[in-house]
């Protein structure tokens, strides 16, 4: 009889992923910190998520898995918990197990709020709070940002989206704990009264139609912040820079939401250092 071999195995699950860099970075961390364990993708149609879910019950090596589009909110009557912060943003990206039990979360609010606190200075952060904000966009994603701006204690969101039933939607959620405004359709001139600017949608990525929009009336705007990570630095980005307009991209959001899964998954809470900020942008 030989030996059974263990070895911690988490995935990353979703449609059309291949691009994903989510093992790449716990790949990258696994070997880091001397981890015996593997990180894969599993990209399958939605017809085989059950059975999916089946093997990580039944295969106790399989310590979690990260959800990314189009499972987020699928994977959810499969689970057995769901945590306050998923549950608010109506979003799982992230399941562990607990005493064989699958609990789904959320560390997409985290990842977003922490990479603006590694680039916004405590005293400025404070001061941002209270000042308002134009949130671009209402889809999953804004979602998670939205969540994290209210639960960090900022006061004044506007939030503008194409479709704007998903707007409402997404205020009516945070209605009592915040001045949330809907705007209806997408701003195409920034108001000379927001603070902050923040982009969730997917316009200025790669492969998609462009952001059209304009800070230039905005004598007040004092962050642009885009969480689209490829290009890097966007058009609004560039464009904020120009106007000598503090920036924040939207790499540091992908990697510290990846922080916490991996502490779930394999033990330890990781750091982000220089070679993986290079390796994720190569
Ligand atoms: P999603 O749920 O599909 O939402 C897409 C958003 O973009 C919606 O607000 C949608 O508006 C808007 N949109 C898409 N195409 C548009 C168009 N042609 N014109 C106007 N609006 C358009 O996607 P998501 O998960 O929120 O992701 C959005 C973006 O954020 C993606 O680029 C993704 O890569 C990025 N992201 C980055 C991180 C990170 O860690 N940095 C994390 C999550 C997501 P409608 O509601 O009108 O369709």
Redesign the pocket.
Known sequence: MGMKYHQKQAFVIGQNIAHSKSPLIHNYWLQKYNIQGRYDIRDFDESELPNFVKEVRTDENITGFNIT?PYKQAIIPFLDEIEDTAQTIGAVNTVYKKSNKLIGTNT?AY?FMQNLKDHVKSNDFNALKTQPVLLY??????KAVLYGLVKDGFTHIDIC???LS?TKNLAQRHKNKASIRVIDG?VKNVENHYVTFIN????G?AG??DLEISFADAASLRLVVD???KPLYTDILRKAQKADIQIVT?IG??LH?ARPAFAKFFGHIPDIDKKLRELVLE
């Open positions: 589009i997409d990842g966009g209402a889809g999953g994603a804004a989206n194409r479709t998903k997408l969730t949608t997917s316009l990525m998609h139609q969480i689209v990570y939207g959001m992908l939401q």
